[in-house]
């Protein structure tokens, strides 16, 4: 059930890094429109070799899940303005204090949140605000999550181009973890959802007619809560963790 970031090979790596035109990715979603939601959505790469997908929440600050942050690693947000690619190394990476990875690694809910630092803007793209959740959710309220996973679960196609699917709330959501489905397969069988890669996605919903951030892609499962993609997909929602977002980023001198 746990979705770790997608480790990718040096030579796929280096094919990644140089794609004038990504591929697709998240399994069975259409590809985002770039002027709304995929405008905040950006391709964090690991130094070692971990790829996660991540959100601006202020020109300068990617907001990803906690799992996609290591010790002693250094991470990059691709920019794709210029070709080949460059890439912005984080000047800070941060877990929020009481994200557990055990706790993850044991199903169970925890503070699955990190923020990046960038030295800069990245050119081309808008920050997301952040949105809160109704308290409870209802079942069936409907959300949209955009990253940069793979289109198949178990493979390495579809890196880097951000793709969306609308999914819906179960009957089983809380304040700490929230579990999505695709509505016309209800996770009887494989349809849209978050993969590998798609770890610190963004999950949008509408308020106020326009899409704000409420939580992270965690984790997913295959169909029938097997082991993949394409069944449920786990969400970090945001409200909680919302405070310590926005100390985090006053502490580092961002404008909110």
């Not at 004038?20 to 709304?36: E, L, N, Q």
């Not at 991470?75 to 990476?93: F, G, I």
């Not at 493979?155 to 179960?170: F, N, P, Y």
């Not at 973890?177 to 009887?188: E, I, M």
Request: net charge positive.
């Amino acid at each position: 059930m746990t979705m770790p970031p997608l480790r990718l090979s040096a030579a796929l790596l280096a094919a990644t890094l140089g794609l004038p035109t990504p591929a697709p990715a998240i399994v069975g979603g259409g590809r985002a429109d770039p002027d709304t939601i995929a405008s905040s959505v950006v391709t964090i790469i690991g130094s070692r070799g971990t790829v996660c997908s991540g959100s601006l929440i202020a020109p300068n600050v990617v907001l990803t899940a906690g799992h996609c942050i290591a010790p002693q690693t250094t991470y990059r947000v691709l920019d794709y303005t210029t070709q080949p690619p460059r890439l912005l190394t984080a000047q800070k990476a941060v877990n929020h204090p009481q994200f557990n990875l055990q706790t993850m690694l044991a199903h169970r809910a925890t503070a699955d949140v990190a923020l990046l630092l960038l030295p800069s803007a990245v050119p081309s793209k808008t920050p997301a605000s952040l949105g809160t959740l109704s308290d409870p959710v209802p079942p069936g309220a409907r959300f949209t999550i955009a990253g940069i996973g793979v289109t198949r679960s178990g493979g390495d196609e579809g890196i880097g181009t951000i793709r969306a699917a609308s999914l819906v709330a179960t009957g089983q959501p809380g304040r700490l973890q929230l579990r999505l489905v695709d509505p016309a397969t209800n996770n009887a069988r494989d349809g849209l959802g978050a993969c590998t890669g798609d770890s610190g996605a963004p999950v949008f919903q509408d308020q106020d007619d326009r899409a704000v951030i409420i939580g992270v892609v965690s984790w997913s499962t295959g169909a029938h809560n097997s082991a993949g993609c394409g069944g449920l997909t786990g969400v970090t929602p945001l409200t909680i963790y919302r405070d310590w977002i926005l100390q985090t980023m006053r502490g580092w001198g961002v404008a909110i």
